[in-house]
């Protein structure tokens, strides 16, 4: 897999992420997460769970549409 992150490694897009687990323990599922987070370790399988950038999306009061002067420090993608 392309682009495969895994915990304690910074999320640099926000989006939902594919996650696959270590082993039978848990079904690959989807999760949301944000830009500037940090993955987090599983509680089964620890740092062996693999993120995979599923769809791109950014937080909507970060996009330059909807962007205001409160500053946000989670999932922010832009500097303006
Ligand atoms: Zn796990």
Do not use: W
Not at 37 to 60: E, I, N, W
């Amino acid at each position: 897999m392309a682009n495969v992150l895994q915990a304690g490694e910074s999320v640099t897009f926000s989006g939902v992420y594919k996650v696959v687990h270590s082993g039978q323990q848990s079904e690959a599922h989807y999760v949301l997460a944000l830009r500037g987070a940090t993955f987090p370790g599983c509680l089964r399988c620890s740092d062996q769970a693999k993120f995979q950038l599923a769809l791109s999306a950014v937080y909507v009061v970060t996009h330059p549409f909807f962007h205001s002067e409160q500053r946000v420090t989670i999932g922010e993608e832009y500097s303006s």
